[in-house]
């Protein structure tokens, strides 16, 4: 079994940062790509940024500049430091990583439990 658990969500004014962690626990032989999604009321869920295996960052154009993207594969962790927020970005946010359980085994993807941030204009 792997289990995501997720932290650091919460309340923020505008201009404000706040940083994500996702920390994966259980059978892992390795994470392959991860990335961050968000969801917020009444849209459809976006990918906000998404890091390969060899740690290349890609980020949606909304985010660039503001966001980073980081994983720690010693630790099984990731996380998303957010900066300069705004309150288009109040959203239910997720984090989506591929890990292979075993070395012959294929990735499977699997996702947090979800954190609310919430920015305040």
């Known amino acids: 079994q792997v289990q995501l658990v997720e932290s650091g969500g919460g309340l923020v004014q505008a201009g404000g940062s706040l940083i994500l962690s996702c920390a994966a626990s259980?059978?892992?032989?390795?994470?392959?790509?991860m990335g961050w999604y968000r969801q917020a009321p009444g849209k459809q869920r976006e990918l906000v940024a998404h890091?390969?295996?060899?740690?290349?960052?890609n980020y949606a154009d909304s985010v660039k500049g503001r966001f980073t993207i980081s994983r720690d594969n010693a630790k099984n962790t990731m996380s998303l430091q957010m900066n300069s927020l705004k309150p288009e970005d109040t959203a239910v946010y997720y984090c989506?990583?591929?890990?292979?359980?075993?070395?012959?085994?294929?990735?499977?993807?699997?996702w947090g439990q979800g954190t609310q941030v919430t920015v305040s204009s």
């Open positions: 259980g059978s892992i032989f390795s994470i392959n790509a």
């Open positions: 890091m390969t295996s060899g740690g290349s960052p």
């Open positions: 989506n990583l591929d890990i292979r359980r075993t070395p012959w085994g294929t990735s499977v993807n699997y």
